[in-house]
């Protein structure tokens, strides 16, 4: 019975998309000889009348495209490294080969990359820390499933999976403010709109609170590394323009990097000084003072990418959508209450 049930239904497909019982065998079984326009209608027939879809099938690869700010990342901070490693392992669970393509510079011969989303070999994409508008449009006409990880498309045309980091750092704001800071600093690097979202929660704190936000207390400092945050707020201390009681820093290498620079000129964290971080990477916990931070699921990113994109190989009519993870504070020593 479920055999004939089954039959019938691909009879129905292949009446509604006029193509034969076997073309709609091969196009459901991803197999080649489908022009992709007409395998997505088929899947979104199939969809209609409810046949059971395949996911992605194992030993699929997919197509990791990661930027050179993530793969930067990886060598420095290894919140990307975490974040592979997520990925990694849910790709093995499922059986998925995965093959790394690093993102070229606007100006760079980009014929590779079109040739990788293009190969049938490619089952889906996943984007690693990408903010280029052109690949993001790249990607999305390839009609292929596609995620994008630690950032999102501001057209909504891939979906996404990234911390929420608004939420972050309001928390890590409301964290402060508890303790009695009025005037918080944010040391960031500006660039990506994820970062933009984290001073936005910045501001919704201390707004909420009555608090005010000076353009004074937003730091930018040229990377993220902690020798361009303790040149920045050094050469800020220096000059005797700095009025806060706290440091929120949009990353844990700004943070110790603003550490140094308190060290520097004995002023002590956090006796007289809060500091806070952003990320929870292992080095945060082995710093003197210990870093108090807030927890992004660097690993969960990866893993949910590779959820979502399985998901997305289901065929049929689907809604992009953005996946944002919650993150926890980690309090540890180099916070106090204000005295």
């Known amino acids: 019975m479920k055999s004939t049930l089954g039959r019938s239904r691909l009879r129905d497909i292949a009446l509604a998309c006029d193509v034969s019982i076997s073309t709609?065998?091969?196009a459901l079984a991803g197999q080649k000889g489908v022009r992709e326009d007409l395998r997505q209608r088929i899947?979104?027939?199939?969809?209609?009348?409810?046949?059971?879809?395949?996911?992605?099938?194992?030993?699929?690869?997919?197509?990791?495209?990661?930027?050179k700010a993530a793969m930067t990342d990886y060598s420095r901070t290894q919140f990307?490294?975490?974040?592979?490693?997520g990925l990694k392992s849910s790709a093995a669970a499922h059986e998925l080969e995965i093959s790394l393509i690093p993102l070229p510079d606007p100006d760079e011969n980009r014929a590779p990359l079109v040739e990788a989303l293009e190969s049938e070999d490619i089952c889906g994409t996943l984007l690693?820390?990408?903010?280029?508008?052109?690949?993001?449009?790249?990607?999305?006409?390839?009609?292929?499933?596609?995620v994008l990880i630690n950032g999102d498309d501001p057209l909504m045309r891939i979906s996404s999976v990234s911390p929420?980091?608004?939420?972050?750092?309001?928390?890590?704001?409301?964290?402060?403010?508890?303790?009695?800071h009025e005037r918080i600093a944010f040391v960031m690097r500006p660039g990506r709109l994820t970062i933009q979202r984290r001073l936005e929660g910045w501001r919704d704190a201390l707004l909420e609170h009555g608090l005010a936000c000076p353009s004074d207390d937003i730091i930018e400092v040229e990377d993220?590394?902690?020798?361009c945050a303790e040149r920045a707020i050094?050469?800020?201390l220096d000059k005797g323009t700095l009025h806060v009681t706290a440091f929120l820093c949009a990353a844990d290498s700004l943070a110790l990097g603003v550490l140094s620079a308190l060290a520097a000129r004995q002023i002590h964290c956090p006796r007289d000084v809060s500091v806070m971080g952003i990320d929870d990477l292992p080095i945060s916990d082995l710093l003197t003072p210990r870093l108090t931070t807030m927890h992004i699921p660097a690993r969960e990113l990866g893993e949910t990418a590779v959820e979502s994109l399985i998901g997305l190989t289901e065929g049929g009519p689907h809604l992009v959508r953005?996946?944002?993870l919650a993150c926890r504070l980690i309090v540890r020593d180099s916070t106090a209450t204000v005295t």
């Open 24 to 26: 709609v065998s091969r």
């Open 43 to 67: 899947l979104s027939a199939a969809k209609h009348v409810r046949y059971p879809l395949p996911t992605m099938a194992r030993g699929s690869r997919i197509a990791v495209i990661a930027s």
């Open 80 to 85: 990307t490294w975490h974040v592979l490693e």
């Open 128 to 146: 690693l820390t990408v903010d280029d508008l052109q690949v993001l449009s790249l990607v999305a006409e390839s009609g292929k499933p596609a």
């Open 164 to 180: 929420c980091n608004r939420s972050a750092t309001r928390l890590a704001c409301d964290y402060l403010i508890g303790l009695g």
């Open 224 to 227: 993220w590394t902690p020798e």
């Open 234 to 236: 050094g050469d800020r």
């Open 322 to 324: 953005r996946t944002e």
